[in-house]
């Protein structure tokens, strides 16, 4: 939100204090300022070289060079159809302007000007803006000549006083400018750029940030008187309002002004209106975006005579309700608008007439024909408004306010303020009395404060006149008690609940008026509590730091995906279906980690190397309850093993002992030894005959393999195979794991190899099961260390060679390691046909 400088000295006196110390506080207040513009106020310098606490742009308006003029004659060029020269007085002396705006163009050539117009005139050797150029470019004034005419100053338009992008024609002050006066004093202003977050709603207002900063610097809020004159026929008489569904529209208000002239706004209200944002377009629209920025209320305008028309010149009845599914609305924008019925449409007895909260439509919009007008201001459900506004993609000033939350008593205060505003601008008429609808009308808040309490959990020391104090300022209504203050929330805040939830609500509000950079480092007063471990926490913890320190990188990705994007590698037949979802690709929380995995790959596969692992939850839809949430791990590498140096010319990519190594070591530095690794298909997202099943004490715990070369196709990814690990981290945590310490032996041991040769479609794990078996306790290691293939033993053959270490409580001797081999040999023959390799 923009908020002018000069608009929030309407409500608070703000002498004393720098723009940038402005800035400051309502930042520090929790109104974060993200930019300062300069619009003629002098920009703070410092003599230090030091850097602006804020984003800082704009320009200074000399005081001396840039000032109000006022133009008595425009004369034509004597050669140049498109220029006209300028009879000018700027408080001190006649001066002859050139000038090509196309604004004054029709006032050529009619002699002396009855009511001569105010304007910003820039002296030789301003620095302004230059008009023509693209973007902000600063341009000093220097005397030259234009088509034999010597030019050396000039009126100025918008955007060559940083005002707006405007440069067609130049500024024309309103007639009460005084001629001579600085531009400066006149009109130099400052813009505040804040972001208004969800819970700062209520401050989307002039009005709202002028209370926080008369909270925080003790001032008086000086809100705007709202009188006008009423006259005519009752407003009450004429129209009426129905409201099918008060959740959806708990107050709806209706005024009317009569006899307007549609013309441009003065020119004040044209520059605050671009100062903040907003497009001046006619003094009645004016009005209502003016009052809406005000008071933080959205107006909607409707042509009455147009109603009436629709109503067959009878009693207009102004209905709200529920949208049908199909049923459709031309909006302001010329765009013709399927509706659902999650929107909520305002009606008449012929049709719909708005899309509630976002935007008005074509038929009754006010034009330059206008001379009635019915003023509406509502309050509706701030959810349904979201999704409306999201759902048409209709950003605006008005779904801005409503989908945060507007309080329904800012209707009426909105309403009045816009015809004060409509009446003021273009001399009409405002008729009697408001239609009024509240059916459903908010409980203000009501919550018990102690000192103790604010000493509890604020950390510092306050009376109760001073609790007091901070919260009137903030229009709080604070009653003394025996033991405290009674406080009741404000008619404009909806985010003040009750009991221990109010109580955090109205103690964040005193924090914050009595200024958080006020409060002192101070030691905890409550017991801290006991401090209890989170094994499952520290558990994973333990798994990441292994990870990392075998050379994987850890991402975290969204939980939120599509159901097409995960059918890449698994297909689901249900999903947990978001309600409100960001955007169509984020509309169901996923089922697969490896999914989210692989599209990280997809994003970085320019990178010769790449190590992933993520650790999160999966979401499986449970019927009518909240989802299971198991936890799970994937492991994803593909790329080279080793990256490519002076010194290294070329390396292999990974391959599937790559992964197995790393579970290995993963699963060691976790404690369990009893693993083994089965050959599986049954996973169709991993390549067949390169893909195991992890087993960790008798349960399976995970599968990991190469992935499918169709899976990978589908993803824009290299040719390197892409490897791929699974966990299910709540089974594998179920598993206990060894913490054995075994004694030195004081005896050698015996080493020994042996390979023998067997089918290739025996599997290795099945070998050295058999030969633990048979070694008994004596056959201490059993490890892997060759595997031959070769023609000279056969097809369909391989070799395995096996470390085997025996150790017994005696020293063995050769003879005792031969008997052992010997039964291991025959053991392996008769099971599964294996021969000694010589």
Request: hydrophobic share 40%; net charge negative; proline share 5%.
């Amino acid at each position: 939100m923009k908020v002018p400088l000069s608009w929030l000295k309407d409500y608070i006196d703000l002498d004393g204090y720098t723009v940038e110390d402005l800035a400051r506080m309502l930042t520090l207040a929790g109104l974060e300022v993200d930019e300062i513009k300069y619009a003629g106020l002098p920009m703070p310098t410092y003599e230090d070289g030091g850097r602006h606490e804020f984003k800082t742009s704009g320009i200074g308006w000399d005081r001396d060079k840039i000032v109000v003029a006022e133009i008595r004659e425009v004369n034509p060029h004597p050669n140049a159809d498109k220029l006209t020269l300028l009879d000018l007085f700027d408080g001190e002396k006649e001066q002859v302007v050139l000038t090509g705006a196309p604004n004054i163009f029709d006032l050529k050539g009619t002699g002396k000007l009855p009511n001569p117009l105010k304007v910003a005139y820039a002296k030789e050797g301003s620095t302004i803006y230059d008009g023509h150029a693209d973007g902000l470019v600063l341009t000093t004034l220097k005397r030259a000549k234009i088509r034999g005419v010597e030019s050396y100053s000039m009126v100025a338009s918008e955007k060559e006083l940083g005002i707006s992008e405007e440069h067609e024609g130049i500024i024309l002050l309103d007639d009460d400018a005084p001629v001579g006066m600085p531009l400066v004093e006149y009109m130099g202003d400052a813009v505040l750029s804040i972001d208004i977050l969800p819970n700062m709603a209520r401050n989307a207002s002039v009005i709202g940030v002028a209370r926080e900063l008369a909270a925080l610097t003790g001032r008086e809020l000086r809100k705007p008187i709202i009188d006008y004159k009423a006259e005519g026929e009752s407003v009450e008489k004429l129209v009426s309002i129905e409201i099918s569904d008060p959740e959806l529209n708990p107050r709806f208000v209706l005024g009317l002004v009569r006899d307007v002239e549609i013309k441009p706004s003065p020119y004040k209200i044209q520059r605050r209106l671009r100062l903040a944002g907003i497009r001046p377009i006619s003094n009645v629209v004016d009005a209502t975006n003016y009052a809406m920025l005000d008071q933080g209320e959205p107006l909607h305008a409707f042509d009455y005579d147009v109603l009436k028309e629709r109503a067959g010149r009878k009693n207009i009845k102004i209905s709200t309700r529920a949208a049908k599914d199909g049923e459709k609305i031309k909006t302001l924008d010329g765009v013709d608008r399927k509706l659902t019925s999650s929107n909520v449409l305002v009606l008449d007895e012929k049709g719909s007439l708005s899309l509630a909260g976002v935007m008005g439509g074509l038929e009754t919009e006010v034009t330059d024909k206008t001379k009635n007008i019915l003023l509406e201001g509502a309050a509706w459900n701030f959810i349904n408004i979201r999704k409306t506004a999201k759902q048409h993609n209709l950003p605006s000033e008005a779904s801005f306010r409503f989908s945060r939350g507007v309080h329904p008593s800012l209707a009426e205060t909105g309403v009045k303020r816009g015809l004060q505003l409509m009446a003021e601008w273009s001399s009409g008429k405002v008729a009697p009395g408001l239609v009024d609808e509240y059916p459903l009308q908010p409980k203000d808040s009501v919550v018990e404060v102690t000192t103790k309490d604010v000493k509890r959990l604020l950390g510092i020391d306050l009376t109760v006149e001073k609790i007091s104090e901070l919260l009137t300022h903030l229009e709080f209504k604070c009653e003394t008690t025996k033991v405290g203050l009674r406080v009741i929330a404000p008619p404009h805040r909806l985010d003040i609940s009750e009991g221990v939830v109010g109580l955090a609500d109205v103690l964040e509000e005193v924090a914050r008026s009595y200024g958080f950079d006020n409060i002192p480092e101070t030691r905890m007063a409550d017991t801290l509590p006991p401090q209890i471990g989170n094994p499952v926490h520290e558990w994973e913890e333990r798994v990441r730091d292994l990870l990392v320190s075998l050379g994987l990188q850890e991402i975290v990705s969204y939980r939120m995906t599509s159901s097409e994007r995960e059918s890449r590698v698994v297909s689901h037949d249900e999903y947990v279906v978001l309600a409100n979802p960001i955007a169509p690709e984020r509309s169901v929380m996923r089922r697969s980690l490896l999914a989210s995995a692989l599209e990280s790959i997809e994003k970085n596969s320019r990178a010769e190397s790449i190590s992933l692992f993520e650790l999160g939850p999966v979401f499986e839809p449970v019927k009518n309850a909240l989802p299971n949430e198991p936890r799970k791990l994937v492991l994803v590498m593909t790329g080279l093993r080793q990256s490519l140096s002076w010194d290294v010319g070329d390396s292999p990519n990974f391959d599937f002992y790559d992964m197995k190594g790393r579970i290995e070591l993963l699963l060691s530095g976790l404690r369990y030894t009893d693993v083994i690794y089965i050959p599986t298909d049954s996973r169709p997202f991993l390549h067949p005959g390169k893909a195991a099943e992890i087993i960790v004490d008798d349960k399976i715990v995970g599968v990991f393999g190469e992935l499918h070369p169709l899976v990978r196709d589908k993803y824009e990814v290299g040719d390197a195979p892409i490897l791929a690990a699974e966990f299910d981290l709540d089974v594998l945590r179920s598993v206990s794991p060894t913490y054995g310490i075994k004694a030195v032996a004081d005896v050698p041991p015996i080493l020994e190899d042996i390979a023998v040769i067997l089918d290739e479609a025996v599997p290795a794990s099945k070998v050295e099961a058999l030969i633990r078996q048979t070694g008994g306790k004596v056959l201490t290691a059993v490890k892997l260390f060759d595997v031959y293939r070769d023609e000279k033993i056969g097809a369909g053959k391989k070799s395995l060679a096996y470390n085997l270490t025996y150790q017994s409580d005696k020293t063995m001797t050769d003879a005792d390691a031969a008997a052992i081999r010997k039964k291991i040999v025959k053991r392996l023959e008769h099971e599964v046909g294996a021969k000694l390799r010589s």
